[in-house]
């Protein structure tokens, strides 16, 4: 079946630790975003891409890197920068209007 | 900043009652307005969407109307159901000039239908 996979489904970061987030698709997708969800929030962009080897920064991006290597793949590294990283992480990818998300990170610092 | 409002945050309805849930936007350059649906633990998923051509699309029990001059489009969903009960997000999508499509969410509203 075709869609997006993140991984880990649930994940614990204590102080001062670096956590990557995985997204990988399979739906042949020019672009790849990352959102992040806290309660009453909605969805606020973190990071997108367009194509290998390039992104670009959303509303959030401070303490969060990405890195686009391949088309499939598009992996957040949440730093020890954010001060604030407890929440509900979605990947998602588009070829047009529609977005297709995956089921989601949730990140929870100890 | 582009803005897409959402209202109410949450609501409640009785099972075979109508919901309607409201958003308004500030930019015209928006071009495309998806509602998502998202049940707990999951992402969301695409409900329906319209584009501001036409001012209403019907799918089911689900019906998006737009008003392009007042810059609003609501959800109205008909016949609730207990299984409807969810997280709704309405968003706009415009075209970033040398980037990508981008979504803006509006804040989500939790509908509760009650058995």
């Known amino acids: 079946d075709g869609g997006i996979t993140q991984s880990p489904k649930y994940l614990f970061r204590k102080e001062g630790q670096n956590v990557t987030l995985s997204c990988e698709q399979n739906?042949?997708?020019?672009?790849m975003y990352w959102y992040r969800q806290d309660p009453g929030q909605g969805l606020r962009l973190i990071y997108y891409s367009q194509i290998v080897n390039d992104f670009q920064k959303g509303d959030i991006a401070e303490g969060y890197s990405v890195s686009r290597e391949k088309k499939e793949s598009f992996p957040l590294t949440v730093t020890s920068a954010q001060k604030n990283p407890t929440a509900f992480y979605l990947c998602?990818?588009?070829?047009?209007?529609?977005?297709?998300f995956g089921s989601g990170t949730r990140l929870t610092v100890v | 900043q582009q803005q897409v409002k959402q209202s109410p945050q949450s609501l409640i309805v009785q099972k075979g009652g109508i919901s309607i849930i409201n958003c308004a936007y500030e930019n015209t350059a928006f071009d495309y307005f998806p509602w998502y649906q998202q049940f707990p633990g999951k992402g969301p998923a695409l409900l329906i969407a319209i584009r501001p051509d036409v001012s209403e699309k019907k799918e089911g029990r689900f019906t998006i109307s737009f008003n392009k001059s007042a810059k609003q489009f609501s959800l109205h969903i008909m016949d609730s159901q207990p299984g409807d009960s969810a997280t709704y997000f309405c968003a706009a999508s415009n075209w970033v000039p040398g980037s990508a499509r981008q979504l803006t969410f509006g804040s989500g509203t939790q509908l509760t239908v009650l058995p």
């Open positions: 739906l042949n997708h020019d672009a």
């Open positions: 998602a990818s588009s070829s047009g209007y529609g977005y297709t």
